[in-house]
């Protein structure tokens, strides 16, 4: 999950070009607008397969966390941890100012962030529709009290990922925005630093909601476990990376803003 694409970096897609016309300005927006939809149907897909949610369709065409075809399970484990690590990959790569250099030699500036966010899909998908089960049960709360409150927590952290993303300029966040500036041959503003809505409260909230979301199951096996540990290491070290990338990009009014939301006054 690469935010600090726009929040922290002015990507080469914000530099002004020829504006494109006709076909292929259609062309553009109709590829942007559709990474941004299947970015939303990855997520619900998300939803689905991590909380075990019922679907019309068998285990084996739309599996889920612990239903489907399963390996033995040293081997299955291998098999996630691959799928995981191509996951986790994909994102960093794609992510950094020296691939970026690179791919809009052949990607247009303009939809270098819609890219990034459709491989993200691609191999989120990836992730999802190969996924072995390890179906060893480390904890089962399901029918209880404290299971309905799980329930409330896997679905808040799903919510403070929306409202985050909303509150960062989902429309920015996924592409679309550069794709619209690039079509009409415009500069896109330089990047701010979010500081509104849950970025008041929170220095990485969409980060807080996808973690709610990795643990929060009242059934969780050495499966959930091991996608939920594994992806939860990168977004620890993705965090890394992202504060580094903040510091370089807005310097002070970055510190200030760090002062400010943990109750601290600035330094001089």
């Known amino acids: 999950m690469d935010q600090t694409t726009s929040r922290a970096m002015t990507s080469p897609s914000t530099r002004k070009g020829a504006e494109p016309r006709g076909v292929k300005r259609i062309a553009a927006l109709t590829y942007a607008a559709f990474a941004f939809v299947l970015t939303f149907a990855f997520f619900t897909r998300f939803v689905i397969f991590l909380g075990n949610l019922p679907t019309p369709a068998e285990a084996?065409?739309?599996?889920?966390?612990?239903?489907?075809?399963?390996?033995?399970?040293?081997?299955?484990?291998?098999?996630?941890?691959?799928?995981?690590?191509?996951?986790?990959?994909?994102?960093?790569?794609?992510?950094?100012?020296?691939?970026?250099?690179?791919?809009?030699?052949?990607?247009?500036?303009?939809?270098?962030?819609?890219?990034?966010v459709l491989a993200a899909c691609i191999a989120g998908f990836l992730l999802l529709?190969?996924?072995?089960?390890?179906?060893?049960?480390?904890?089962?709360?399901?029918?209880?009290?404290?299971?309905?409150?799980?329930?409330?927590?896997?679905?808040?952290?799903?919510?403070?990922?929306?409202?985050?993303?909303?509150?960062?300029?989902?429309?920015?966040?996924?592409?679309?925005?550069?794709?619209?500036?690039?079509?009409?041959?415009?500069?896109?503003?330089?990047?701010?630093?979010?500081?509104?809505?849950?970025?008041?409260?929170?220095?990485?909230?969409?980060?807080?909601?996808?973690?709610?979301?990795?643990?929060?199951?009242?059934?969780?096996?050495?499966?959930?476990?091991?996608?939920?540990?594994a992806l939860t290491a990168y977004i620890l070290i993705a965090m890394r990376y992202e504060e580094r990338d903040l510091k370089r990009t807005f310097g002070g009014a970055y510190a200030s803003w760090r002062h400010a939301r943990e109750g601290a006054q600035p330094r001089s």
Do not use: C
């Open 60 to 116: 084996w065409i739309a599996p889920t966390v612990d239903r489907g075809a399963a390996m033995p399970p040293f081997l299955a484990a291998l098999w996630d941890l691959a799928l995981v690590a191509l996951f986790g990959l994909q994102h960093s790569v794609m992510a950094r100012a020296s691939f970026k250099s690179w791919w809009i030699r052949y990607v247009p500036q303009g939809l270098e962030r819609s890219t990034y």
């Open 129 to 229: 529709l190969l996924w072995q089960p390890i179906p060893l049960v480390i904890w089962d709360v399901s029918g209880t009290a404290l299971a309905d409150v799980i329930w409330a927590l896997f679905a808040a952290g799903w919510l403070i990922l929306l409202v985050s993303a909303i509150n960062f300029d989902i429309i920015e966040l996924l592409g679309i925005r550069q794709a619209w500036a690039w079509s009409q041959g415009r500069d896109l503003p330089p990047p701010t630093l979010k500081a509104s809505g849950l970025y008041r409260f929170l220095s990485h909230p969409m980060y807080v909601g996808v973690l709610l979301g990795f643990w929060m199951t009242p059934l969780l096996t050495a499966g959930h476990m091991l996608i939920a540990a």
